[in-house]
């Protein structure tokens, strides 16, 4: 059982002049909060003699680094973008710890993206199609494979205001898992997310800010946490 209390936060600068007729920006997100994980496992012997046991580890500290630099571009209704971004293994992790908020190994992810949105009828949707390549854990020796992520959301204004929709995300390992410390195979994994969400534009000091709040469900996973997760 695993559960976790986020926040992110980082700077991003957007470039003035255009790049390639589009819209350069760079980022580096950052990650704070808290993770528990906890096992609970019973061992049958042969004679019918059962031991059990059960381990918690709990912490609060800081996580990876995330850079990204991304490239947009606006055709009316449409809205193209491009990103390459990464982790640089900085955060709190120990391989021998259930709770961890660093990955403990370095990753790069490429991807793109689209969105449409007709401002006169309030229609907005968009999608995100990334792939991740993993470095080595070298605490552990295990790799992971490469893996497709795909996130989507539906939304109708409601108001000027005021946006409501649906959102998802699926997740699927397409290679298998693999060094010295991968003693289960290729280990692939899957998951996929959907639920409701809300965004809000609100007035903060003479500008525009923007709220949006969302939960999803968890379901159809192989290999890989489920269950419910909110992010505000």
Do not use: C
Request: aromatic content about 12%; cysteine-free.
């Amino acid at each position: 059982k695993a559960h976790a209390d986020l926040i992110l936060f980082g700077p991003t600068y957007i470039f003035a002049a255009p790049v390639l007729d589009g819209q350069l920006s760079i980022s580096v997100l950052a990650v704070a909060g808290n993770s528990q994980g906890s096992i609970s496992a019973s061992l049958t012997g042969p004679r019918g003699n059962t031991i059990s046991g059960k381990r918690t580890d709990d912490i609060t500290s800081f996580g990876d680094l995330y850079p990204t630099i991304s490239l947009k571009w606006n055709r009316g209704r449409h809205n193209f973008m491009t990103y390459l971004a990464g982790n640089i293994p900085v955060g709190a992790y120990k391989s021998t710890r259930l709770a961890n908020l660093g990955l403990g190994h370095a990753s790069i992810d490429l991807g793109g993206g689209y969105t449409y949105f007709d401002p006169e009828k309030g229609h907005e949707a968009s999608g995100v199609l990334g792939f991740t390549y993993n470095f080595k854990n070298p605490d552990t020796n295990y790799r992971n494979g490469v893996d497709m992520h795909f996130d989507w959301a539906f939304s109708q204004f409601v108001s000027k205001t005021v946006h409501l929709g649906l959102a998802g995300y699926a997740y699927q390992q397409l290679s298998g898992d693999s060094g010295s410390g991968a003693t289960l195979g290729s280990f692939k994994s899957r998951v996929f997310g959907i639920g409701p969400q809300l965004g809000v534009i609100v007035p903060i000091a003479g500008r525009q800010g923007y709220f949006n709040m969302r939960a999803y469900k968890e379901f159809g996973a192989k290999n890989r946490a489920e269950g419910w997760n909110a992010w505000l």
